[in-house]
């Protein structure tokens, strides 16, 4: 300021531009201007919330639907003020939250489906994008948009369908889960059973599984 420092060279940013950077996931830590955090309170009061309730509202694609959400026991979900906050709401609107057990990812359908399905598109967008070479981020960030933009519906519901039958496995083997890796434990022929809609999956025999 007092103009005894000089800087050459491009200048990147100015101020007040916006940009991305680096930051940690957090239950309700929303972080300092130089040490930003990634709160989840704030996606699912500002986001998850919002979009859930105007799809089962008046109207919504699913209209009269009871949202259950899911979530694991990672610190940011186990944080308290967030953990407090998805149950007062769920219990005002009669929605329901369902963290999975410890050590379960393969009872939570985006671990056990989304994120692999997710992943490798996304490595096959980055390679077509860059080559072998490490992406920028704002290129990495554009190609895991683009990834979830273009996963078909179809691709979670198949999870959801993987999920139930690995779930029921679970109870036959009294919350054992060593049967996985046996054979095709973690097959249970989707696609033979299910044919894909613009929306999700529907039986080829027309039966509803509860």
Not at 99 to 105: N, V
């Amino acid at each position: 300021p007092d103009g005894r420092m000089k800087y050459d060279g491009d200048i990147i940013c100015q101020k007040g531009d916006v940009y991305l950077t680096d930051c940690c996931v957090t239950g309700s830590n929303v972080g300092t201007p130089d040490n930003p955090k990634f709160p989840l309170l704030d996606v699912f009061c500002d986001v998850v919330f919002p979009k859930v309730a105007k799809l089962v509202g008046p109207g919504g694609q699913f209209e009269g639907y009871t949202p259950v959400y899911q979530g694991d026991n990672v610190g940011p979900h186990i944080d308290k003020k967030f953990d407090k906050f998805v149950r007062d709401h769920c219990a005002a609107m009669g929605s329901h939250w369902k963290p999975q057990a410890s050590q379960m990812p393969h009872a939570n359908v985006l671990d056990l489906a989304v994120f692999p399905c997710m992943s490798k598109r996304h490595t096959k967008f980055s390679r077509e994008k860059g080559g072998l070479r490490m992406l920028q981020e704002d290129e990495t960030w554009k190609a895991a948009n683009d990834v979830w933009e273009e996963l078909p519906s179809s691709a979670i519901a198949a999870g959801y369908v993987q999920a139930f039958h690995i779930m029921k496995n679970v109870q036959i083997h009294k919350g054992n889960n060593q049967f996985f890796g046996i054979g095709n434990s973690l097959h249970y022929g989707v696609t033979e059973d299910f044919e894909e809609t613009a929306t999700g999956l529907v039986r080829k025999d027309g039966k509803h599984v509860r």
